[in-house]
Every structure is written in C-alpha cells, then in structure tokens.
C-alpha cells in the first residue's frame, strides 16, 4: 500500500476503501490486482503494522466528525463494510488520544476534576464513600481466552491468517500474554482412505512435526 501516499491529497483527512480499490483499476501505473480479496488482504496487513501509515474505521459522521469504528495498528474486520474508510495516521492518532482523556463530570453545577469536587471557592472535597460503607472492588479482568472455529478447504489459508491477525495478534499487544495456536485436522471417509494416500498423509504429517501422540488413522 505504500503506492497510495503520493495519490492521496493533502486536504483530505480519509479516504473511502471503495475509492482507493477503484484506483487500481484505473491507474495504469499501479499494480494490477487479481481480485478484492487480495486488496482487502492488503489493507489489513497494512492496518494492522505498529507503525501504520493509515489508520482504519467503519465509516465516518459528517454531522459529528467522528470517526466509527477507528483503529489504529490493529486489525480491521474480516469483512470490510461498505462505508469503510482509510484515516490519515495523524489524523487517526490525534482522534484515538482525544478520546481517552477523561471528561470532567459535573454535579449540581460543581465539576469534578481527577478524583475531587471544585466549586466556585475552590473548596476542594474527598470523594464520598459508597452508600454502603464497604470499598467498591475493581472488577478482575479476564486472564484467560480460549477459542476453536471450522475452517473451511475454500481459501484456508486466507482464513487462517485472518484468524491470526484478528485474534491471535490483539491477544499478543497484552503485554505478558503467551499465545498458542494448535491446528487440529480431522477427515472421514465412507469407503476408507486409500493405501497410497495414508502413507503420502504419514509421511507429511512427520516431516510438518504433528504430534504423534495424538495423530494417525483409524478404522
């Protein structure tokens, strides 16, 4: 994707998905594309890098000038929804810190600022402890996820590296976090499989390092 950097203008903070894939076919001195997927493929690979050059949302609120949806060096959806747009790195970044400072919240006209009451004396004032009298505890956070899914023989591999991005590698941003893939592969045939094809399948599975334990045929 590092084709588009000359393409975009200046003055425009985002770009519609549908009109940057439209640009390939019509450019002739861009590289030609088999199909979407292959696109798609590419946005996501450059979505998801730790110094993205583009930031990614789901669409974008002209009333609001909010973007929906928007991640930055982190996987976008499978399925890309048709108000999908590209969002400038600065432009996604500035959004993304704006959002996560905390709002002061205000109580009977008195704002309250990190933790304290301020009002027109500047009289400042602990919190006021639960009703209850008891500590409220933080909720624990999940420390455990786990997860099976069916992939289909239509374009595994795409799947697969779907589920790794999507999954696998926001699960690897925790810091800590050990992540591990096991593959499991089951097949069933009526009439049996042929001799040929179960000493071509052993010998792969060898050589791939399967487990032996919890691998082989069976009647």
């Not at 590092?2 to 640009?23: I, M, Q």
């Not at 790195?89 to 301020?118: C, F, I, W, Y």
């Not at 209850?132 to 899914?149: H, K, T």
């Not at 810091?175 to 591990?180: H, L, M, Q």
Request: hydrophobic residues 40%.
């Amino acid at each position: 994707m590092y084709h588009l950097k000359p393409l975009w203008p200046e003055d425009r903070p985002h770009l519609a998905v549908g009109e940057v894939a439209d640009w390939f076919t019509t450019y002739v001195y861009l590289p030609k594309l088999r199909d979407r997927v292959v696109f798609d493929k590419a946005v996501s690979d450059a979505v998801t890098k730790l110094d993205a050059a583009f930031g990614f949302a789901d669409g974008y609120d002209e009333a609001t000038g909010e973007y929906q949806g928007l991640i930055y060096a982190k996987a976008p959806p499978v399925f890309m929804p048709p108000t999908a747009v590209l969002v400038r790195a600065e432009v996604a970044r500035d959004h993304l810190q704006r959002r996560q400072k905390p709002m002061p919240a205000t109580v009977g006209g008195v704002s309250t600022v990190g933790g304290t009451v301020t009002g027109d004396d500047d009289t400042r004032h602990p919190e006021a402890p639960p009703a209850s009298g008891d500590p409220v505890a933080a909720p624990r956070q999940p420390r455990r996820f786990y997860g099976s899914v069916e992939i289909e023989l239509v374009r595994p591999i795409r799947v697969f590296e779907d589920i790794v991005n999507a999954v696998a590698l926001q699960l690897q941003r925790t810091p800590g976090a050990k992540v591990k893939l096991t593959l499991e592969v089951e097949a069933e045939a009526p009439e049996g499989f042929a001799e040929a094809d179960v000493g071509i399948v052993r010998d792969n599975a060898r050589q791939l390092k399967f487990k032996a334990e919890s691998t082989g045929f069976e009647e």
